[in-house]
Protein backbone atom coordinates (compact mmCIF):
# COMPACT_ATOMS: atom_id res chain seq x y z
CA UNK A 1 0.00 0.00 0.00
CA UNK A 2 0.97 3.40 -0.80
CA UNK A 3 2.80 5.34 1.88
CA UNK A 4 1.51 8.55 0.86
CA UNK A 5 -1.46 10.61 3.18
CA UNK A 6 -3.19 13.52 2.78
CA UNK A 7 -4.18 15.91 5.63
CA UNK A 8 -7.41 18.57 5.58
CA UNK A 9 -6.99 21.35 7.91
CA UNK A 10 -3.58 22.96 8.92
CA UNK A 11 -5.38 23.73 12.28
CA UNK A 12 -3.72 22.30 15.32
CA UNK A 13 -5.11 18.83 15.02
CA UNK A 14 -4.23 18.69 11.33
CA UNK A 15 -0.56 20.25 12.05
CA UNK A 16 -0.54 17.36 14.79
CA UNK A 17 -1.28 14.89 12.51
CA UNK A 18 0.59 16.00 9.61
CA UNK A 19 3.78 15.78 11.42
CA UNK A 20 3.28 12.57 13.39
CA UNK A 21 2.45 10.88 9.93
CA UNK A 22 6.08 12.44 8.88
CA UNK A 23 7.49 11.45 11.58
CA UNK A 24 6.72 7.80 10.74
CA UNK A 25 7.58 8.06 6.98
CA UNK A 26 4.76 8.80 5.36
CA UNK A 27 4.76 11.35 2.47
CA UNK A 28 1.89 13.71 3.57
CA UNK A 29 0.25 16.53 1.80
CA UNK A 30 -1.29 19.21 4.05
CA UNK A 31 -4.03 21.08 2.91
CA UNK A 32 -4.70 24.12 4.66
CA UNK A 33 -7.30 26.67 2.90
CA UNK A 34 -6.58 30.04 4.18
CA UNK A 35 -5.92 32.21 2.90
CA UNK A 36 -7.23 31.09 -0.53
CA UNK A 37 -10.49 30.99 1.28
CA UNK A 38 -10.88 32.68 4.66
CA UNK A 39 -12.85 32.36 7.69
CA UNK A 40 -14.62 34.74 10.29
CA UNK A 41 -12.30 33.79 12.80
CA UNK A 42 -8.76 33.91 11.83
CA UNK A 43 -6.87 37.12 11.11
CA UNK A 44 -3.81 35.38 9.59
CA UNK A 45 -2.87 32.49 7.23
CA UNK A 46 -0.39 30.43 9.79
CA UNK A 47 -1.31 27.12 10.71
CA UNK A 48 -2.42 26.69 14.25
CA UNK A 49 -3.80 30.07 14.57
CA UNK A 50 -5.20 30.36 18.03
CA UNK A 51 -8.19 32.13 17.66
CA UNK A 52 -10.29 32.10 21.18
CA UNK A 53 -7.88 31.97 24.14
CA UNK A 54 -4.26 31.99 23.92
CA UNK A 55 -4.02 29.40 26.70
CA UNK A 56 -3.18 26.20 26.48
CA UNK A 57 -4.76 25.30 29.53
CA UNK A 58 -2.97 23.94 33.01
CA UNK A 59 0.10 22.36 32.75
CA UNK A 60 1.06 21.07 36.10
CA UNK A 61 0.44 17.52 37.74
CA UNK A 62 -2.80 16.72 39.17
CA UNK A 63 -5.13 18.32 36.70
CA UNK A 64 -6.64 16.67 33.88
CA UNK A 65 -5.65 19.24 31.17
CA UNK A 66 -1.59 18.49 32.61
CA UNK A 67 -2.26 14.74 32.41
CA UNK A 68 -3.33 15.17 28.72
CA UNK A 69 0.17 17.35 27.89
CA UNK A 70 1.78 14.23 30.16
CA UNK A 71 0.33 12.55 27.53
CA UNK A 72 0.84 13.75 24.67
CA UNK A 73 4.48 14.10 25.25
CA UNK A 74 4.27 10.56 25.09
CA UNK A 75 3.28 10.92 21.13
CA UNK A 76 6.20 13.56 20.69
CA UNK A 77 3.71 16.24 20.27
CA UNK A 78 5.02 19.07 17.89
CA UNK A 79 2.10 21.33 19.46
CA UNK A 80 3.15 20.73 22.54
CA UNK A 81 6.75 21.29 21.73
CA UNK A 82 5.95 24.65 20.08
CA UNK A 83 3.64 25.86 22.83
CA UNK A 84 6.03 25.78 25.69
CA UNK A 85 8.37 27.51 23.61
CA UNK A 86 6.40 30.37 22.96
CA UNK A 87 4.80 30.15 26.74
CA UNK A 88 4.28 33.35 28.30
CA UNK A 89 3.83 34.09 32.27
CA UNK A 90 0.25 32.24 32.83
CA UNK A 91 0.24 30.45 36.61
CA UNK A 92 -0.44 27.10 36.32
CA UNK A 93 -1.32 26.88 32.90
CA UNK A 94 0.44 27.25 29.41
CA UNK A 95 -0.48 30.06 27.90
CA UNK A 96 1.52 31.22 24.51
CA UNK A 97 2.05 34.08 22.31
CA UNK A 98 -0.20 33.30 19.51
CA UNK A 99 2.21 35.09 16.72
CA UNK A 100 5.31 33.30 18.15
CA UNK A 101 2.95 30.01 18.19
CA UNK A 102 1.84 30.06 14.81
CA UNK A 103 4.47 30.69 13.15
CA UNK A 104 7.00 28.31 14.74
CA UNK A 105 4.57 25.60 13.60
CA UNK A 106 4.31 26.84 10.39
CA UNK A 107 8.03 27.15 10.03
CA UNK A 108 8.22 23.70 11.25
CA UNK A 109 5.80 22.27 9.03
CA UNK A 110 7.33 23.84 6.31
CA UNK A 111 10.49 22.51 6.34
CA UNK A 112 9.71 18.89 7.18
CA UNK A 113 11.11 17.47 4.36
CA UNK A 114 7.99 14.99 3.94
CA UNK A 115 5.15 17.34 4.04
CA UNK A 116 4.05 19.38 1.39
CA UNK A 117 2.09 22.42 2.43
CA UNK A 118 -0.59 23.28 -0.35
CA UNK A 119 -2.68 26.29 0.15
CA UNK A 120 -6.36 24.90 -1.12
CA UNK A 121 -9.48 24.55 -0.17
CA UNK A 122 -10.91 20.77 -0.40
CA UNK A 123 -14.18 20.48 -1.90
CA UNK A 124 -14.03 16.60 -2.30
CA UNK A 125 -13.52 13.11 -0.52
CA UNK A 126 -12.00 9.91 -2.14
CA UNK A 127 -12.84 7.02 0.53
CA UNK A 128 -9.43 5.28 -1.34
CA UNK A 129 -7.41 8.35 -0.44
CA UNK A 130 -5.58 7.90 2.84
CA UNK A 131 -6.80 11.11 4.91
CA UNK A 132 -6.88 12.62 8.29
CA UNK A 133 -9.94 15.19 8.13
CA UNK A 134 -8.97 17.95 10.67
CA UNK A 135 -11.08 21.04 9.04
CA UNK A 136 -12.25 22.18 12.49
CA UNK A 137 -15.01 24.10 13.68
CA UNK A 138 -15.00 25.53 10.66
CA UNK A 139 -15.16 23.37 7.83
CA UNK A 140 -16.28 25.12 4.64
CA UNK A 141 -19.66 24.32 3.07
CA UNK A 142 -18.63 22.72 0.18
CA UNK A 143 -16.24 20.45 2.11
CA UNK A 144 -19.19 19.50 4.85
CA UNK A 145 -21.95 18.56 2.23
CA UNK A 146 -19.06 16.30 0.54
CA UNK A 147 -18.93 14.82 4.02
CA UNK A 148 -22.54 14.48 4.16
CA UNK A 149 -22.66 12.69 0.56
CA UNK A 150 -19.57 10.48 1.27
CA UNK A 151 -20.68 9.14 4.39
CA UNK A 152 -24.29 10.22 5.30
CA UNK A 153 -22.76 12.19 8.70
CA UNK A 154 -25.07 14.41 10.75
CA UNK A 155 -23.22 17.17 11.86
CA UNK A 156 -24.15 19.23 14.73
CA UNK A 157 -22.99 22.69 15.82
CA UNK A 158 -22.11 24.83 18.81
CA UNK A 159 -21.85 28.46 18.87
CA UNK A 160 -18.23 29.56 19.98
CA UNK A 161 -16.59 33.19 20.68
CA UNK A 162 -13.27 34.70 21.23
CA UNK A 163 -12.10 37.31 24.18
CA UNK A 164 -10.96 40.65 23.35
CA UNK A 165 -7.25 41.82 23.74
CA UNK A 166 -6.27 45.52 25.20
CA UNK A 167 -2.55 46.99 25.26
CA UNK A 168 -0.73 46.90 28.29
CA UNK A 169 0.20 50.93 28.28
CA UNK A 170 -3.63 51.91 28.09
CA UNK A 171 -4.34 49.98 31.72
CA UNK A 172 -4.71 52.44 34.62
CA UNK A 173 -1.94 51.20 36.45
CA UNK A 174 -3.31 52.50 40.35
CA UNK A 175 -6.77 50.23 39.31
CA UNK A 176 -5.48 47.12 39.19
CA UNK A 177 -2.48 44.75 40.73
CA UNK A 178 -0.79 41.33 39.74
CA UNK A 179 -1.58 38.18 41.59
CA UNK A 180 -2.44 34.60 40.86
CA UNK A 181 -5.35 33.36 42.59
CA UNK A 182 -4.13 32.06 46.78
CA UNK A 183 -0.43 33.27 45.74
CA UNK A 184 -0.18 29.99 43.26
CA UNK A 185 2.69 31.02 40.63
CA UNK A 186 4.14 34.52 40.33
CA UNK A 187 1.46 37.09 40.58
CA UNK A 188 1.21 36.97 36.95
CA UNK A 189 -2.44 38.63 36.09
CA UNK A 190 -3.28 41.78 36.42
CA UNK A 191 -6.00 41.84 38.25
CA UNK A 192 -8.59 44.60 37.82
CA UNK A 193 -10.97 44.69 41.22
CA UNK A 194 -14.64 46.04 41.05
CA UNK A 195 -16.49 47.46 44.47
CA UNK A 196 -20.45 46.20 44.45
CA UNK A 197 -21.51 49.94 43.15
CA UNK A 198 -18.97 49.29 40.26
CA UNK A 199 -20.09 45.50 39.72
CA UNK A 200 -23.87 46.61 40.46
CA UNK A 201 -23.68 49.40 37.06
CA UNK A 202 -21.17 47.34 34.89
CA UNK A 203 -23.96 43.96 34.97
CA UNK A 204 -26.50 46.36 34.74
CA UNK A 205 -24.99 47.74 31.68
CA UNK A 206 -23.60 44.49 30.62
CA UNK A 207 -26.87 42.69 30.04
CA UNK A 208 -28.68 44.82 28.51
CA UNK A 209 -26.12 45.92 25.23
CA UNK A 210 -26.87 45.85 22.31
CA UNK A 211 -26.09 42.37 20.92
CA UNK A 212 -26.89 40.72 24.36
CA UNK A 213 -30.00 39.13 23.27
CA UNK A 214 -28.81 36.62 20.70
CA UNK A 215 -32.02 35.74 18.83
CA UNK A 216 -31.07 32.49 18.17
CA UNK A 217 -34.78 31.11 19.74
CA UNK A 218 -33.73 27.17 20.05
CA UNK A 219 -29.73 27.74 19.18
CA UNK A 220 -28.59 29.44 22.40
CA UNK A 221 -28.62 26.25 24.00
CA UNK A 222 -25.83 25.14 21.58
CA UNK A 223 -23.33 27.13 23.46
CA UNK A 224 -20.65 25.29 24.66
CA UNK A 225 -21.02 25.65 28.17
CA UNK A 226 -17.31 26.48 28.66
CA UNK A 227 -17.30 28.87 26.46
CA UNK A 228 -20.29 31.05 27.09
CA UNK A 229 -20.50 34.73 26.12
CA UNK A 230 -20.06 36.79 29.20
CA UNK A 231 -23.29 38.51 28.49
CA UNK A 232 -25.18 34.78 28.11
CA UNK A 233 -23.65 34.55 32.12
CA UNK A 234 -24.65 37.43 33.30
CA UNK A 235 -28.51 37.10 31.96
CA UNK A 236 -28.65 34.29 34.69
CA UNK A 237 -28.12 36.09 37.51
CA UNK A 238 -26.73 39.21 39.52
CA UNK A 239 -23.52 36.75 40.87
CA UNK A 240 -23.31 34.40 38.55
CA UNK A 241 -20.47 36.26 37.16
CA UNK A 242 -18.92 36.52 40.25
CA UNK A 243 -18.83 33.00 41.02
CA UNK A 244 -17.51 32.50 37.57
CA UNK A 245 -15.28 34.90 35.24
CA UNK A 246 -14.75 37.76 37.85
CA UNK A 247 -14.79 35.66 40.97
CA UNK A 248 -12.26 37.43 43.71
CA UNK A 249 -12.06 34.50 45.52
CA UNK A 250 -7.95 34.14 46.83
CA UNK A 251 -7.39 37.12 45.27
CA UNK A 252 -5.80 39.78 47.88
CA UNK A 253 -5.66 43.29 47.07
CA UNK A 254 -2.73 44.58 48.67
CA UNK A 255 -4.60 48.32 49.12
CA UNK A 256 -7.19 46.85 51.36
CA UNK A 257 -5.98 42.56 51.71
CA UNK A 258 -9.67 41.82 51.38
CA UNK A 259 -10.91 40.16 48.29
CA UNK A 260 -12.59 42.95 46.05
CA UNK A 261 -16.21 42.18 45.43
CA UNK A 262 -15.40 41.02 41.52
CA UNK A 263 -12.46 41.03 39.51
CA UNK A 264 -11.51 41.02 36.17
CA UNK A 265 -8.23 38.89 35.47
CA UNK A 266 -6.35 40.16 32.26
CA UNK A 267 -3.63 37.68 30.93
CA UNK A 268 -0.24 38.15 29.17
CA UNK A 269 -0.74 37.68 25.28
CA UNK A 270 2.30 37.57 23.63
CA UNK A 271 6.09 37.32 24.76
CA UNK A 272 6.76 40.86 24.52
CA UNK A 273 3.84 41.53 27.46
CA UNK A 274 2.46 44.58 25.62
CA UNK A 275 -0.82 42.50 24.96
CA UNK A 276 -3.13 41.43 27.23
CA UNK A 277 -6.51 39.39 27.08
CA UNK A 278 -9.79 39.58 29.21
CA UNK A 279 -9.98 36.48 30.88
CA UNK A 280 -13.51 34.79 30.02
CA UNK A 281 -14.64 37.63 28.45
CA UNK A 282 -15.52 35.95 25.33
CA UNK A 283 -18.01 37.68 24.13
CA UNK A 284 -20.51 38.49 21.20
CA UNK A 285 -21.72 41.86 21.81
CA UNK A 286 -21.21 44.48 19.17
CA UNK A 287 -18.11 46.08 18.85
CA UNK A 288 -19.25 49.23 19.85
CA UNK A 289 -20.91 48.09 22.58
CA UNK A 290 -17.94 46.19 24.05
CA UNK A 291 -15.68 49.18 23.85
CA UNK A 292 -18.41 50.98 26.03
CA UNK A 293 -19.25 48.20 28.66
CA UNK A 294 -15.63 46.71 29.21
CA UNK A 295 -14.62 50.63 29.67
CA UNK A 296 -17.05 50.74 32.72
CA UNK A 297 -13.93 47.89 34.38
CA UNK A 298 -12.20 51.04 35.96
CA UNK A 299 -8.37 49.74 34.88
CA UNK A 300 -9.81 49.29 31.74
CA UNK A 301 -11.01 53.18 31.43
CA UNK A 302 -8.78 53.96 28.48
CA UNK A 303 -8.11 50.99 27.60
CA UNK A 304 -6.86 50.31 23.63
CA UNK A 305 -8.57 47.44 21.98
CA UNK A 306 -6.16 45.74 19.54
CA UNK A 307 -8.92 42.96 19.00
CA UNK A 308 -12.80 42.76 19.69
CA UNK A 309 -14.35 39.67 20.63
CA UNK A 310 -16.27 37.86 17.65
CA UNK A 311 -18.87 34.91 17.80
CA UNK A 312 -18.80 32.09 15.61
CA UNK A 313 -20.50 28.98 14.90
CA UNK A 314 -18.32 25.79 15.25
CA UNK A 315 -19.66 22.45 13.29
CA UNK A 316 -18.94 19.47 14.78
CA UNK A 317 -19.87 15.29 13.97
CA UNK A 318 -22.29 13.28 15.44
CA UNK A 319 -19.32 10.95 15.63
CA UNK A 320 -20.13 7.99 17.67
CA UNK A 321 -22.44 7.46 14.81
CA UNK A 322 -19.15 6.95 12.18
CA UNK A 323 -15.76 6.52 14.57
CA UNK A 324 -14.08 4.30 16.27
CA UNK A 325 -12.01 4.30 19.59
CA UNK A 326 -9.18 4.86 16.70
CA UNK A 327 -10.74 7.49 15.38
CA UNK A 328 -11.17 5.46 12.47
CA UNK A 329 -14.01 5.84 9.84
CA UNK A 330 -16.27 3.00 10.11
CA UNK A 331 -17.10 1.53 6.83
CA UNK A 332 -14.06 3.45 5.43
CA UNK A 333 -10.40 2.08 7.19
CA UNK A 334 -8.50 4.91 5.15
CA UNK A 335 -9.91 7.95 6.87
CA UNK A 336 -9.41 9.15 10.42
CA UNK A 337 -10.80 12.78 11.62
CA UNK A 338 -9.53 14.90 14.48
CA UNK A 339 -9.74 17.72 15.91
CA UNK A 340 -13.02 19.61 17.02
CA UNK A 341 -14.77 18.19 14.29
CA UNK A 342 -14.80 14.97 16.27
CA UNK A 343 -16.43 16.37 19.27
CA UNK A 344 -13.54 17.68 21.76
CA UNK A 345 -13.13 20.83 23.14
CA UNK A 346 -10.00 22.59 23.75
CA UNK A 347 -6.56 23.40 22.00
CA UNK A 348 -4.65 20.26 23.83
CA UNK A 349 -7.69 18.29 22.55
CA UNK A 350 -7.81 18.99 19.69
CA UNK A 351 -4.09 18.43 18.91
CA UNK A 352 -4.01 15.37 21.06
CA UNK A 353 -6.89 13.81 18.66
CA UNK A 354 -4.63 14.87 15.75
CA UNK A 355 -1.42 13.41 16.95
CA UNK A 356 -3.53 10.11 17.84
CA UNK A 357 -4.94 10.06 14.04
CA UNK A 358 -1.76 10.20 12.35
CA UNK A 359 -0.47 7.30 14.56
CA UNK A 360 -2.87 5.37 13.74
CA UNK A 361 -3.05 6.44 10.03
CA UNK A 362 0.64 5.60 9.45
CA UNK A 363 -0.04 2.07 11.20
CA UNK A 364 -2.53 1.54 8.82
CA UNK A 365 -0.57 2.21 5.93
CA UNK A 366 2.23 -0.06 7.32
CA UNK A 367 -0.39 -3.02 7.27
CA UNK A 368 -0.77 -2.64 11.78
CA UNK A 369 -3.97 -2.41 13.07
CA UNK A 370 -4.74 1.39 14.82
CA UNK A 371 -4.26 1.93 18.22
CA UNK A 372 -7.39 2.05 21.19
CA UNK A 373 -5.55 3.55 24.06
CA UNK A 374 -6.91 1.97 27.47
CA UNK A 375 -9.61 4.67 29.36
CA UNK A 376 -7.54 4.88 32.15
CA UNK A 377 -5.56 6.97 29.72
CA UNK A 378 -7.16 10.72 29.27
CA UNK A 379 -7.10 10.54 25.95
CA UNK A 380 -7.93 7.04 25.80
CA UNK A 381 -11.04 8.21 27.47
CA UNK A 382 -11.82 10.91 25.33
CA UNK A 383 -11.56 8.85 22.87
CA UNK A 384 -14.31 6.43 24.01
CA UNK A 385 -16.46 9.20 24.74
CA UNK A 386 -16.32 10.65 21.10
CA UNK A 387 -17.02 7.08 19.33
CA UNK A 388 -19.51 6.08 22.10
CA UNK A 389 -21.71 8.94 24.26
CA UNK A 390 -25.25 8.48 23.33
CA UNK A 391 -25.90 10.64 19.91
CA UNK A 392 -28.99 12.00 20.68
CA UNK A 393 -27.29 13.97 23.84
CA UNK A 394 -23.80 14.20 22.03
CA UNK A 395 -22.14 17.51 23.54
CA UNK A 396 -18.20 18.31 22.75
CA UNK A 397 -16.17 17.29 25.60
CA UNK A 398 -13.08 18.44 27.11
CA UNK A 399 -10.56 16.45 29.74
CA UNK A 400 -11.41 15.74 33.03
CA UNK A 401 -11.09 12.87 35.83
CA UNK A 402 -14.44 11.94 35.43
CA UNK A 403 -14.27 10.35 32.11
CA UNK A 404 -11.52 7.99 33.55
CA UNK A 405 -12.55 4.52 34.46
CA UNK A 406 -12.07 4.77 39.07
CA UNK A 407 -9.24 2.82 40.30
CA UNK A 408 -9.48 -0.35 41.72
CA UNK A 409 -9.75 -1.02 45.36
CA UNK A 410 -10.98 1.30 48.27
CA UNK A 411 -11.96 4.72 47.08
CA UNK A 412 -9.43 7.24 48.21
CA UNK A 413 -10.77 9.30 50.05
CA UNK A 414 -8.29 12.59 49.67
CA UNK A 415 -8.54 14.23 45.94
CA UNK A 416 -5.30 15.18 45.28
CA UNK A 417 -4.17 11.63 46.29
CA UNK A 418 -7.05 10.02 43.85
CA UNK A 419 -5.68 12.24 41.08
CA UNK A 420 -2.01 11.91 41.09
CA UNK A 421 -2.86 7.45 41.55
CA UNK A 422 -4.92 8.06 38.29
CA UNK A 423 -1.91 9.92 36.70
CA UNK A 424 0.41 7.16 37.71
CA UNK A 425 -1.60 4.40 36.47
CA UNK A 426 -2.50 6.54 33.36
CA UNK A 427 1.12 7.19 31.90
CA UNK A 428 1.97 3.27 32.77
CA UNK A 429 -1.34 2.38 30.48
CA UNK A 430 0.19 4.77 27.92
CA UNK A 431 3.15 3.97 28.03
CA UNK A 432 2.29 -0.09 27.38
CA UNK A 433 -0.47 1.00 24.66
CA UNK A 434 1.44 2.94 22.76
CA UNK A 435 4.37 0.26 22.65
CA UNK A 436 6.66 1.05 19.85
CA UNK A 437 5.21 4.16 18.41
CA UNK A 438 6.40 5.98 21.75
CA UNK A 439 9.25 8.74 20.32
CA UNK A 440 11.76 10.19 22.17
CA UNK A 441 9.92 12.02 25.22
CA UNK A 442 9.99 15.73 25.17
CA UNK A 443 11.37 17.40 27.98
CA UNK A 444 8.57 18.16 30.84
CA UNK A 445 9.14 21.78 30.94
CA UNK A 446 6.56 24.38 31.10
CA UNK A 447 8.87 27.51 30.15
CA UNK A 448 6.62 30.59 31.00
CA UNK A 449 3.42 28.63 31.39
CA UNK A 450 3.96 27.88 35.49
Known amino acids: MTRRATVIGGGLAGSEAAWQLAERGVEVTLHEMRPVRETKAHHTDHLAELVCSNSLGAFGPGTAAGQLKAEMRLMGSLILEAAQAAAVPAGGALAVDREVFAEAVTARIAAHPRIRLERSEVTELDPQTPTVIATGPLTSPALSEALQKATGAVHLHFYDAAAPIVTRESLIEDRMYA??????????????????????????????????????????????????????????GFDTLRYGPMKPVGLDDPRTGRWPFAVVQLRQDNVAGDL????????????????????????????????????????????????????????????????????????????????????????????????????????????????????????????????????????????????????????????QALGDEQPVMLAPTPGGGG
Open 179 to 236: ASRYGKGEGVYLNCPLTKEEYTAFWEELTKAEGAVLHLGEEERNFFEGCLPVEVLARR
Open 276 to 431: YNLVGFQTQLKWGEQKRVFRMIPALAEAEFVRLGVMHRNTYLASPNHLDASLQWRGTPLWFAAGCLIGVEGYSESAAAGAFAGINLARVLRGDAPLVLPRTTMLGSLMHYVSHADPKHFQPMNSNWGILEPLEGPKVKDKQERHRLQAERAIADFK
